[in-house]
Each structure stands twice: as structure tokens, then as C-alpha cells.
């Protein structure tokens, strides 16, 4: 029988067998390659299964959320290096930044499965893993392109389009409604509490769920992209003009491979050469790191790049989601965000975070801006309201909790509530600070646990805090209390789990090999719940 007389592909992996879906799927495929497929052939047992391929099946049985690739503090190369001869999609998850930070419309694992069957073919979505990430999949597509294709005609069937503002592909329009500095004078923070009305598009959230927001790059940054590129604003592209596109529909940084490759065409000798190297990944100068479009065409300049060639060498501007931080049962038709408003400087030129000081400065009251919410997978309130919470968030990680206890004082949840809350200095960057003290007094807010890191010569962290409470914390946790984690995900979370398992080991009487199981437990029935970024 010839390969194009073959009856359809039968399935030789049991459904009983340890896999998901996509992993049936591309086993199938590839022992499709592997045997021939008359019509003796039986699918396979689980114990045939397991004998032919040890190695995947060994990794199938992991928890995804218990492999170890999955920590958003380990560089990428570490992560690659655990996932060596996982199934692709597992490879595919380890490329990407494990934050599972919703950006990309997606948790880190379902981005990954839904890259392997063909579902999303965008390699670009991880906004904070960035070219890295971007450059792996790209990699790992190349060397393993015959994989997905094999699955694609078994894949799900796309998914219906969703209500406006319910993804980041049909985002909705909401009315930005105001800002306030969170900060006093003297702060060396810019952190913003930012308002949207939702009545006019409708959209709701619950407590826990993060909001996208399409933001729109600095104008002044877009004319000196302009400048650069000695080309009219108003140059047209489609439907737009080179300003316009430049405005919304493009990123600025970092500069894409794409851009050094589209330079590499216009130019010789040894600048062909340093812009090839770094569409490549690679660093001949040292500065890639700190290279955006601007400055890319800084460093090549008299580059004239057709201006539509220019923007479709770009990335195309990605949203930008934040956590809620306000409850709609308190606050009706409304949402609100905490944002730090990203400033840093290279090279003496001021470079702005694109969403935060849109948010914090560009955007006015009554502007129309494109959203979504991101519904939080793995991030929630207990089922039973009665349940303790114990909450751990300094700086911007305050923020889903400000939701939770306002959520919790809406529906007169009678649970026990603390919150650790860090920052610099307690004179300027104690934000909500009245909300917070009038929580406190009223009952709501059962603890508050405060750590300041600059106000004295030693630094208090909130894991400073958490091994002090740890005879308290380990009687909450006996009573059944949730643990809450937000903020930072190469640092300050890690070391805030450590300070747990280290209250466990010392209070729970357990080693450092068990009280680290015990937090993992926890963490499998969802009473260790991580919002990182």
C-alpha cells in the first residue's frame, strides 16, 4: 500500500496512558513514521507504550506545575538544559519566561501545546521572556518542524471568538477615568493608582483576574524613530501612515532580529557583519542588550530601510496586563491597577516602560483605550470564605489583595485576613496606607505585617517578617489558611516560599526535605497560590 493509499492514522497510545492530548497526538504521529500501517496492526498496550518509550513516558506522569523547568527564576539556558528529551511541547513550555503571566493569552503551558499542534503559530507572545524566548522557539520549531505538523490535522477545532474584552485578539474599549500618585514627595519610586470606567463596554472581572491593556508609545520617541529613518510622518503604510503605525501598531523595544537582518541588506563590509551577528543572537559590541529601535538605527546610521519594509521588520505592540486591584462589588462598573511607572536611563537617553508611563502620564480622563481581562487559572479566593488568607505582597504585589479584602469585606467573608506588605521607606511608599489603617481598625484586616528595607541600616524584607510570625503563621496554616504570593518572580518570591518551608521545618517540626513538601502540597490543593511577574 502506498503512503497515499494509507487509511487514516489509528491510535496506538491508550487513552488510559499518562498523556494529554497533545502528547497522544504527536506519539501517534511519530510511531506512525516508525510502523507500517496495514490493517494487522493493533495499537499498542500501556506496558508496550511505556517499553518502547521509557524516556517520554517518564516525563508525561509529571505535574506540569511540579517539573522542574517551571521557575521563572532559573535562566533560560537551565531551564533547556532540564528539559532535554521531554516531549517538544514540554521544550516549548521551558522556553518561555514561567510566569504564567496571561500576556500572551495563554498560561506558559497552553501556549506551548497550542504552539505544538499548530493552533497559535505566533512565536513572539512572551513579553517578558523577549528575543530569548522568542529565538528558542524559533529554534526549537526549525529542528523540530515535522512534529507539529503531524498533529495538526488531529488538533481541537478553534476555539468561537470570544466577547469583546475577553482576549487579548477582541479587546473591548474602555474610558480611562483617573490617576493618583501612590508615593509622597521624596519617594524614589513613581508607583500610580489607575481608574477605568467599564460601564459603557460592560466587561466584569472577578478578584484575582489581571486586566490587558493595548497601550501606545511615546510620541517623542516615535518622531526620533522618524528622524532616524529621514522619512515623512505621513509615508503611507496600508491604510495608515508611518506616524500612526509607529504610534500603536508597532514595538519599539527591544530592537527585533528582524530589524538587524532588514540592516544587513542595506549596507556592506563590516557593518553587514555586526548587523548579521546580531540578527544571529549574538553581541559583537557588547550592547545588544541595550539596543531598541532607535538605538539600532543610531548604531547604523545613514540606513535608509523603505519605511514599510521598516515596519514590517518591527514586532507588533504587545499589551500589557496588570493584576486588578479592586473588587466590582465595591466598586461598581469600575477596575483599578497599581502601576510603577518604568524610567531608566542608558547611554544618557531616558527610556520609558511603555505601558506604566502611558498609564502614568500620556494617557488623559476620557480616553478610549483597548482592554481585556485575563481570567486568573490558579489565582483565587477560598471557596470557603470562612478559610484564613494569609497575603504577601510588597510593592505592585499589594495589589490583587487590595481586591481580596475589599471582596471579602463586600460579602462579609468571616475568614481571618493578613497581609505582609513591603517597601522602601514607610514615610513615602506605604501605599493605601489610610484604606489599609481602616481596615485594620475595623477588624477586617485581622493582621498587617509591615517591612521597610531602606528606612534603617539593616534591610527588612517580607521574608524577614514571615520567619518572625512563624510560630503564628504555622497555627494559621494548621487552621487550614491559604497562602498568597505577588510580586517579583526572580527574587522576592522564591525567597518568600523559602521563608515558608523554613517556618514549616522549625514550627511543623518537619526537616527542610519535608517542610518543602508539605509547601508543594499545598501548593497541589491550591493553598499556595503565586501571582509573579
Not at 532616524?228 to 508597532?250: K, M, N, S, Y
Not at 556592506?268 to 541595550?290: F, H, N, S, V, Y
Amino acid at each position: 500500500m502506498s503512503i497515499t493509499q494509507r487509511p487514516p492514522i489509528p491510535s496506538f497510545i491508550p487513552e488510559s496512558a499518562p498523556f494529554s492530548i497533545e502528547q497522544r497526538t504527536w506519539l501517534n504521529g511519530l510511531f506512525a513514521g516508525m510502523i507500517s500501517l496495514d490493517e494487522s496492526v493493533t495499537p499498542l498496550s500501556g506496558d508496550e507504550a511505556t517499553k518502547l518509550m521509557p524516556g517520554v513516558l517518564s516525563g508525561a506522569e509529571e505535574a506540569d506545575d511540579g517539573a522542574p523547568w517551571h521557575d521563572p527564576a532559573m535562566p533560560l539556558p537551565d531551564r533547556m538544559k532540564l528539559a532535554d528529551g521531554k516531549p517538544l511541547p514540554r521544550r516549548l513550555m521551558a522556553a518561555m519566561a514561567q510566569q504564567d503571566c496571561g500576556q500572551c493569552g495563554y498560561n506558559c503551558k497552553d501556549y506551548a501545546d497550542a504552539l505544538f499542534v499548530k493552533k497559535e503559530e505566533r512565536l513572539n507572545l512572551c513579553v517578558p521572556g523577549g528575543k530569548e524566548t522568542a529565538r528558542m522557539l524559533k529554534q526549537l520549531y526549525t529542528e523540530h518542524g515535522a512534529a507539529p505538523a503531524a498533529a495538526k490535522a488531529e488538533a481541537a477545532p478553534a476555539a468561537p471568538v470570544s466577547l469583546p474584552g475577553r482576549s487579548r485578539d477582541n479587546p473591548a474599549t474602555a474610558t480611562f477615568l483617573s490617576r493618583r500618585r501612590l508615593n509622597k514627595e521624596g519617594s524614589q519610586k513613581d508607583t500610580w493608582h489607575i481608574e477605568f470606567d467599564l460601564a459603557e463596554c460592560g466587561l466584569d472581572y472577578v478578584v484575582g483576574d489581571s486586566f490587558g491593556v493595548y497601550p501606545a508609545n511615546d510620541p517623542e520617541l516615535v518622531d526620533a524613530v522618524i528622524g532616524a529613518l529621514d522619512a515623512p510622518p505621513d509615508f503611507p503604510i496600508g491604510e495608515r501612515t508611518l506616524r500612526e503605525a509607529l504610534i500603536d501598531g508597532v514595538s519599539l523595544s527591544p530592537a527585533p532580529d528582524m530589524l538587524f537582518q532588514l540592516i544587513s541588506y542595506l549596507t556592506g563590509g563590516e557593518r553587514k557583519k555586526k548587523a548579521q551577528a546580531l540578527a544571529a543572537g549574538q553581541d559583537p559590541d557588547g550592547d545588544a542588550a541595550t539596543l531598541d529601535v532607535l538605538a539600532a538605527l543610531q548604531k547604523f546610521p545613514g540606513i535608509r530601510p523603505d519605511p514599510e519594509a521598516f515596519i514590517e521588520a518591527l514586532d507588533v505592540l504587545q499589551p500589557r496586563v496588570y493584576s486588578i486591584s479592586s473588587s466590582l462589588k465595591l466598586n461598581p462598573g469600575r477596575v483599578s491597577l497599581t502601576v510603577d511607572a518604568v524610567r531608566y536611563q542608558v547611554n544618557k537617553r531616558m527610556r520609558l516602560g511603555v505601558a506604566s508611563t502611558f498609564l502614568a502620564g500620556r494617557a488623559s480622563p476620557g480616553h478610549k483605550i483597548r482592554v481585556y481581562v485575563q481570567k486568573a487559572q490558579h489565582f483565587a479566593l477560598p471557596t470557603n470564605p470562612g478559610k484564613p488568607i494569609i497575603m504577601v505582597g510588597p510593592g505592585t504585589g499589594l495589589a490583587p489583595f487590595r481586591a481580596f479584602l475589599q471582596e471579602r469585606q463586600a460579602t462579609d467573608a468571616p475568614g481571618p485576613n493578613w497581609l505582609y506588605f513591603g517597601h522602601q521607606r514607610s514615610d513615602f511608599d506605604f501605599f493605601y496606607e489610610d484604606e489599609l489603617k481602616a481596615m485594620r481598625s475595623s477588624g477586617l484586616l485581622t493582621r498587617l505585617t509591615l517591612a521597610w528595607s531602606r528606612d534603617g541600616k539593616e534591610k527588612i524584607y517580607v521574608q524577614h517578617r514571615i520567619r518572625d510570625d512563624g510560630r503564628d503563621i504555622w497555627e494559621w496554616l494548621s487552621r487550614g489558611a491559604h497562602i498568597y504570593v505577588c510580586g517579583d518572580a526572580l527574587r522576592m518570591a522564591k525567597d518568600v516560599e523559602q521563608a515558608f518551608v523554613d517556618v514549616v521545618a522549625e514550627h511543623g517540626k518537619r526537616s527542610l526535605e519535608d517542610a518543602a513538601r508539605y509547601i508543594a502540597e499545598l501548593k497541589k490543593n491550591d493553598r499556595y497560590q503565586a501571582d509573579v511577574y
